[in-house]
């Protein structure tokens, strides 16, 4: 009997250890991955309340305070060749698809495009390309909308309201001087913003006879200037300027401006 004592007092020991560490690790920090046996969980943790509502496609609001909170705008331009190229601007958020599915963390996740009000592609950073295919894949429309959404797809709001802003396409075409897609012409935008080119200078590939369509706007005065074809143009601030010209040499040409001396972007012409 004395014996048999402490064998039951160690085994008390050690089922309370367990239950110790069991809990420690379910009221530990908040994990960037999917609970065993499950995916999309709704993490109830700290940030932000979980409400009853949803976004209107089935993701619970998950709602913080106004100041701080994660915010975005939507630009919407006709692709040269094919769609739309969507940009998204936020503000206080940052995009992190290496954890969508883990739980919500401040000011993380992803944005979910609607195209009228229904679902149409989740998107993992500022750029994306709308091909028409998918505009006709999804019955067509004109009103796109982009929301935020933490990494367990919950939605982001404030005031019981999605973290959203909205873009009307034949808008987007009308701005753009409603200019129809030439399989002849390849047309390059630019937008100089503090100091900084967007989209990133790159390389850009061009057929030798085709032609070329600058669209540059600054915020600040400056002169563009093609190399090569010496081309060169005014940018008055706030204006969007358009430069076009035949790629009639092959060479690698770079397009920078004068005044900030930015390289914009370089054309291959073969």
């Keep these: 009997m004395n014996r048999a004592r402490p064998a039951r007092t160690a085994l008390a020991l050690l089922t309370a250890a367990v239950l110790a560490l069991g809990a420690g690790a379910c009221g530990g920090r908040a994990t960037t991955h999917h609970k065993p046996g499950t995916s999309h969980a709704e993490d109830t943790g700290s940030n932000g ?3 009853k509502a949803d976004d ?23 692709d040269s060749e094919d769609g739309w190229n969507v940009h998204l601007t936020v503000r206080d958020f940052r995009f992190t698809p290496d954890s969508v599915g883990g739980a919500a963390l401040a000011g993380r996740g992803h944005a979910q495009l ?24 999804a019955g067509g429309g004109t009103r796109l909308t982009a ?26 075409a009308a701005s753009a001087g409603a200019e129809q ?14 100091g900084k080119v967007s989209p990133a200078p790159g390389r850009t590939e061009i057929k030798k006879g085709r032609t070329v ?22 940018l ?29 972007t370089q054309l291959a012409v073969r």
């Design 49 to 51: 309340r979980l409400l």
């Design 56 to 78: 209107g496609n089935g993701h619970r609001l998950r709602q913080v305070d106004a100041d701080g909170a994660p915010g975005v705008s939507v630009a919407v331009r006709p």
């Design 114 to 137: 609607f195209l009228d009000g229904h679902p149409l592609a989740r998107v993992y950073g500022a750029w994306f390309h709308l091909p028409t295919s998918l505009l006709r894949a």
């Design 147 to 172: 929301g935020l959404y933490a990494d367990d797809h919950t939605a982001w709001a404030v005031g019981s309201t999605p973290v959203r802003a909205a873009a009307t396409l034949t808008e987007a």
């Design 181 to 194: 897609p030439d399989e002849n012409t390849t047309t390059v935008d630019i937008t100089l913003k503090g």
């Design 213 to 234: 369509r600058l669209r540059v706007r600054s915020d600040r005065d400056d002169t563009l200037h093609v190399h090569g074809y010496d081309k060169e143009a005014e």
């Design 236 to 264: 008055p601030a706030g204006r969007t300027v358009t430069v076009t010209f035949t790629a009639d040499r092959t060479g690698l040409f770079e397009v920078e401006t004068h005044e900030s001396d930015l390289l914009l």
